[in-house]
């Protein structure tokens, strides 16, 4: 009776053990599953990109996923065509930048397709997401009427030709740290997909150049549309910008000279006396063996 009821026991014990030793194995063999965040951007007669973002819920927070490598293919029916890679940095962000947008192929109802693979590692499982956009263009130019100059952005569907109305285009002023605004809140295109929005005076630039953005921004059809239009009637100012300048919060490749220099000088001057320190005791070694 005893030896049945240790034999119970026994297998009772194996058998806790091996169920808590699969759960812990299992936990750890668990990999996180991966999200993404992808826009679509177009400059007008430029390039066109895609912005990704890489995240997981790990213990109810987002943490960014860094060097991950994803695959970006054009869907086109059931065929895809693969249009390269990109590694997510440390923000898990990561950027794929078409040089033309003629690279890839619409269906057939001028819809680009797009799906960005992650094929998944050692800590996170595989994930896919897919993002469709039509293609916009944006006519931007400057016009004067009455002394008085003006921003003039029209819309367009690019695969009908056809002008959109009754869509929201922000224009602003290219600046270092935030662009600025000019014009009303909210500037919607008219039955001729035309927005026209006044330049206030008196803004600085460079060589009083200006640099104005026109933008259609995330659109659920069409993404993200810039048009950059330069103009010369901003307030001349001058350029004191030390960036091209060797200065001690320059980068590396304009590090100030004598900063170059001196310690070069100090490293060389050591290794001589090293040198000559050792040429002098191989002598005194010498002549002592002599």
Do not use: H
Request: include cysteine; glycine fraction near 6%; charged fraction near 25%.
């Amino acid at each position: 009776m005893l030896i049945n009821r240790s034999v119970f026991l026994a297998l009772v014990g194996c058998f806790l053990y091996t169920v808590m030793f699969n759960s812990v194995y299992a936990q750890q063999d668990e990999k996180n599953t991966v999200r993404f965040k992808a826009y679509y951007t177009k400059i007008m007669d430029s390039i066109s990109y895609f912005n990704v973002t890489v995240f997981s819920r790990i213990d109810k927070e987002n943490v960014d996923v860094a060097n991950a490598e994803l695959t970006f293919y054009n869907e086109v029916g059931d065929e895809e065509f693969e249009l390269g890679t990109a590694k997510t940095n440390m923000n898990g962000e990561c950027k794929f930048v078409l040089d033309n947008l003629n690279k890839i192929k619409p269906d057939s109802t001028n819809t680009y397709n797009i799906n960005i693979k992650f094929k998944g590692n050692d800590a996170f499982k595989r994930a896919s997401k897919s993002l469709s956009f039509k293609d916009a263009t944006i006519l931007a130019k400057l016009i004067t009427k009455d002394s008085i100059n003006y921003i003039s952005g029209t819309l367009k569907d690019t695969s009908t030709d056809s002008v959109l109305s009754d869509r929201l285009l922000n224009v602003q002023v290219q600046r270092l740290f935030r662009n600025l605004r000019i014009g009303e809140e909210f500037n919607t295109t008219d039955e001729d997909g035309t927005i026209i929005v006044p330049v206030e005076e008196g803004i600085p630039g460079v060589d009083g150049i200006l640099t104005f953005e026109v933008v259609l921004q995330d659109s659920e059809d069409y993404g993200t549309v810039r048009a950059l239009v330069k103009a010369p009637i901003g307030t001349p100012i001058k350029d004191e910008s030390t960036f091209d300048e060797r200065t001690m919060w320059s980068p590396r490749n304009k590090t100030p000279l004598f900063l170059l220099i001196f310690p070069n000088l100090l490293i060389l001057g050591i290794w001589g006396i090293i040198v000559y320190l050792i040429i002098n005791l191989f002598k005194i070694s010498k002549s002592k063996i002599q």
